[in-house]
């Protein structure tokens, strides 16, 4: 079938490549002309057969917004557009609402896969009415991996972002669960070989997995990580996974915790931290230390 | 070679039976006859041929260390003693020292695997010397899973012990890291398959581990676990690494809120929430249900 | 001065009672006319002099946005508008807004106090312009406690609720600290007196406060609790905190523990704990007890 | 009465001087010959009449052990031994049984009130026999602040320091709540003076405390706490908690969040979350930064 993709970055570029390998016409639109098959949205609708189906695949937010308001302008009732973005699942039902008004169809697509997705398939998590989601059938079926898995419908607009976003938040509690572990065998002076370790765990274990694998990877390159920062950025899922189980009065403390680790990460100094140490000199005369690391008071009498 | 095996439990028989198809040679003792192929553990002793290789596999704590006070006494110089259960690693230490006293050497064997090992082999982290790991290594050879993996000499007596507990705590946190995405996936009514979701993840995903496909099959049998009650034990080594990382000064987040879910689920009701509870009712006139779930206070006039 | 208060509840009766007998003029409105003094918003405004300055403390959300959109409609250019109810910060923003679009004024107001207010005083947490706050200072001077305490202007609209907020979020972690240790004390026989424990804390110690009293209170009128369940509603305020710090990429663990533990608190069964012991059963063969407590499944066979 | 006190610190000097105050006999024995009244542990129990009551004050762990053993040598049946130092509870058991066997008594007395306790009285928390409590009263009354609050007998041996470790895990995780708080408002553009906010709350408020007059305190002498650095060593009683906890199955999320927050404090650099950045490195391309903070790689390319 015939694609418009927008969107033709890291992921996009790779997914072209993809759908293309699987026998679809794929044109693809990007505001760098460089990796760009039309020179316009305009141009991309207008060489596309109607009804037509358009993918987005730019960042969440503003740009998925506008690119959406601009399809609602363009596009024809009969059409349908795809966010294969990491957007906010409540985007969806405001943007699915937007296209219906004008007759124009909506399908939002939770991606994952990363760079490894080009070859070993990405896994779509998808949300929209049967009959929306049947007509991006066979491109999803050039995405996803072979076999029997690495697709599913999870329900109306929003579903498969919300999918998508869970996915994420289980996988950063999966990656917190590995690395606290890593580094608690690193602290223990009697545990020799630590990556060793994380290596034997690949086969027979009940933690093995495929970030296990990445993090023996990992481990090969550099056994003690000694060449980077403990600094880890987030992208947006882990924090809505978090709002929507608040939303629903659902704890979750170990995907919070992994998510908390990463804001920590991320600060040069923890304020909340410097407050604990003036409590603690406050009340108990307890050494504090400025900035530089030199003790800035002891023995505080009190009343002074 | 030949082993002297104690304990046939059901990892214990498991594991006899696998070592034998490897063509090894096990003389087993239980207490419960019908199990054993020796009637005492000096019969067992006197069976093997100096120098022995003797593998406990029961119970942590009394059971083990009343073997190794039995086996210190049985056993000559030369002899081996493997503890493949459940032990704390610092046990592992005075169980090293208590034996070696005697001549006797002692390897330490974490062993993963539980009812799939038979079939797939366990995954095996030791601790002892590498003269005497190597003197039990054709049975940890035929124990492990075929490849590259599944066995690490992780260093001297007791590593063995802290890798495995180190395994069951990150085991911990992935458990719970999927589970709490399962919880808030259906706590969400727009998602309308979750069983499916979880399927869909098998391939493709960032997330997708054995663990994973185990969830998979329990929703199969169960789509939302009704028949399950939400009520987990624990066998010890998530408590262990606590307790480790604390040692250590090492924080670790998710793995105690995952241990901390644990102990909760089987509380029937929460002390300490009957506090806060208590103290919601005391500064904000908030009502309190008692044990039957009727309101017990309400409005309570200050000073009354 | 004279004020119009709607919203005539528990906090609201006992603030106009409180503000009446500060010597100042207060016209109650409130649905219920056994509480109101006039019979609708609009004898309300009609009643007071211009410039008037009205009180809304009617619950946050629905409530409070009609009653703001109504005196929108009602009031004059140079009158103003105080909500005192729980609303979201961010509502503020919005209804200050709306309301200078009229050319009203907007002052936001948290209150603290709970039952006992109207003996002690209410402390108050304000936000919006300089010369707003001061126009119902009197009425603030009439409210907070007496002494150098208890009254604050945090900033512009949407900081009192904030503050407030923020208040709340710090009194969950504090309630869960005394919670927490409450239970521990309970869980050792070693302890034979934890009530006398908790009233001997309220003087010389780190952590005496006024929650440690009202937690001595609670406990002399029922030692164990035993008449109360464990089961703890939120009002809001500590989810909002919550979703503040993920918007500002703030840690907040303890306050997050506190509130998670209220959701949990209010589950029948935990759904997550039911997935980790699906997959403690899938895996380990881990005895699992059906909803009725009895044992369901055991030594599951792999495979089978 | 008369006292014999080992150990003049900064606790015990001020502890001397609120006792003699108070009109009894205390005869101080230090290693520091300046501080000390007596040239000897010897000298310190000659000079006493017998029966004797020793108060040790020494540094919990091996310096406490060592008296106790010196003491078991140098006194009689009949006298007493009072340990109020900081010793894990556990300990005390052990000294009790190790003091019994030679007919001493023996009592743990946890002590709170920092540097204000010679102002204000220490708050005691005391475990052992009701007739070995009993001989000290005197002395406990003399310490204690005046008043009905500040003296418990948390029960027999050990359950003083039990009482006092739990206190500082509540304490804990009450100055967590403040800094928590703290930092969040911090964080926030529009709340423009956090100081004035911290200082209108000691009155009025729910969260009212000795800490919060703490908080204030620091705050004044420092109003964004620029001068210290985010740093909080801890004493041991929180890690005690979060042991015995463990073993109680007690769960302790916000006491052994503070707890974490303290040792991530003093890290450098976090090696979990630099196995977090590697792993989203090896499956997202993400850049990762190494330890002078330059992008060391991004876009990696699977397979490479």
Do not use: C
Not at 51 to 62: F, N, S, T, Y
Not at 97 to 118: P, R
Not at 177 to 199: C, H, N, Q
């Amino acid at each position: 079938m015939e694609l418009g993709l927008i969107g033709l970055g890291k992921m996009g570029g790779n997914m072209r490549e993809r759908i293309r390998r699987a026998g679809h016409t794929v044109i693809g639109y990007d505001r760098n002309p460089d990796l760009a098959d039309v020179g316009s949205l305009k141009e991309l609708v207008d060489t596309l057969a109607a009804p037509r189906v358009v993918w987005i695949m730019v960042p969440a937010g503003g740009p998925t917004q506008s690119t959406v308001d601009e399809l609602a302008e363009l596009l024809s009732p009969g059409d349908l557009v795809v966010d294969g973005g990491n957007s906010k699942w409540t985007d969806d039902k405001k943007h699915s609402e937007e296209l219906a008004a004008k007759g124009i169809g909506f399908v939002d697509a939770g991606v994952s896969g990363g760079v490894w997705g080009l070859e070993n398939g990405y896994a779509l998590m998808v949300g929209g009415s049967v009959e929306n989601v049947a007509k991006v059938q066979p491109i999803f079926d050039a995405l996803k991996p072979e076999g029997d898995y690495g697709f599913v419908r999870a329900g109306e607009a929003g579903a498969g972002h919300f999918a998508k976003m869970v996915h994420n938040g289980i996988e950063y509690a999966m990656m917190q669960a590995y690395a606290e572990g890593w580094e608690l065998l690193e602290a223990v002076p009697e545990v020799t070989d630590v990556r060793e370790i994380f290596r034997s765990w690949k086969e027979g274990t009940v933690i093995r997995s495929w970030l296990l694998d990445l993090a023996v990877n990992a481990l090969q390159e550099d056994e003690h990580l000694t060449g980077l920062r403990g600094y880890a950025d987030d992208s947006g899922e882990g924090r809505w996974t978090v709002e929507a189980a608040i939303d629903h009065a659902v704890p979750l403390p170990a995907i919070t915790a992994s998510l908390f680790a990463r804001f920590s990460s991320r600060q040069e100094d923890s304020p909340s931290m410097k407050m604990v140490a003036a409590l603690r000199n406050q009340f108990g005369g307890h050494a504090v230390t400025d900035a530089s690391g030199r003790v800035a008071k002891e023995h505080k009498t009190p009343g002074a």
